[in-house]
C-alpha cells in the first residue's frame, strides 16, 4: 500500500508541473476578427480634442490565429475598447497582457510610469468589470444594448476622468445624446462610475482575470479569460481525489 501512496504522490507531482510548466495566458498572438456592430447604440463622444459620433458597446471577436493559449482558433469573445479616437480595425493582431500599471502597451494615462492616477483608474474599472459584466444581458431589464454601451462610457469616463485620489474630477471624455437610446445608456453609465468608485456597492467585487489585448495599429480591447489559478485549483483537485482513491483502498485492506 505505501507503494500505492507513493503512485499518488508522483501522480500529483506530474500534474502540477504540467501546469507549472504551462504558458501563460499572457503569452503569444491573437488574430481575431470583429463582427459587424451595428447593434451597438450611437453616442456623441469627446475625448478632449474631438468630438465624433461612436457606435459605442460590446464586441464579439472570433479567432482566427495566433498562438496565445487562452485565446485558441475558433474561440469566440467579448471585448470593450480601451482608446478613445481610434478606429476598430475588423481583423487585429493583439498582444494579450495584464491590465495593470506594469503593462507598457496600455495608454499613457493607464501606466504608472506617466500618469499617477493609472493605479486608481485601473482599480476603478475592475470594480466595474466585476460589478457589473455578469449582468449585461439582464440589468433592470433593459436593452442588453442599453446596458453594454453604458458599461462602456462607464469605463472610458474612469480611464479619463477618475484622478489618483480615485475622485471623478476630469472632463477629458463627455458623452452626449446622439442615438435611440444614448439617454438610457448615458444615464446608466453615471450610476455605474458611482458604484465602482472606491466605497461603492462594487467595493468588493474586482475583476482579477482581466486582459489588456494590445495593437499598435487599431483599438486596444479589454475582456476577460479563466484565471491560471483555476487550472491550478482543478490539477490540485485530482491529486487530491487520487490520493482520497489510494487511502479509501488502504483502509479497507486493513479493515
Known sequence: MKIQS???????????????????????????????????IEVLVN?????????????????????????PVGSVFTAFCIDLGTMVQTTSIFTPGSFSTSNSNLPSNLK?????AAAARIAAISRL?????????????NDPRVNAAAFQLAIWTLEYNLD???HVTGTTFQASVLGAGSQDA????QQLVTKSLVGGEYSNSAATNLIALTTGSGQDQLTAT??????????????????????????????
Open 164 to 166: 489618483s485620489s480615485g
Open 6 to 40: 507513493r503512485n499518488a504522490i508522483c501522480l500529483l507531482a506530474a500534474v502540477l508541473s504540467l501546469v507549472v510548466m504551462a504558458p501563460s495566458c499572457h503569452a503569444g498572438t491573437v488574430v481575431a476578427q470583429v463582427a459587424p456592430y451595428l447593434g451597438n
Open 129 to 141: 468589470w466585476g460589478g457589473f459584466y455578469s449582468q449585461l444581458n439582464t440589468y433592470n431589464n
Open 226 to 255: 479563466p484565471e491560471p489559478s483555476t487550472l491550478c485549483l482543478g490539477a490540485i483537485g485530482i491529486g487530491m481525489l487520487i490520493t482520497a482513491g489510494v487511502k479509501r483502498r488502504r483502509k479497507a485492506v486493513v479493515v
Open 112 to 116: 504608472a510610469t506617466t500618469d499617477p
Open 186 to 189: 448615458i444615464d446608466l453609465a
Open 47 to 71: 475625448n478632449g480634442n474631438v468630438q465624433a459620433p461612436a457606435w459605442v458597446g460590446a464586441y464579439t471577436w472570433a479567432t482566427i490565429g495566433g498562438n496565445a493559449p487562452s485565446f
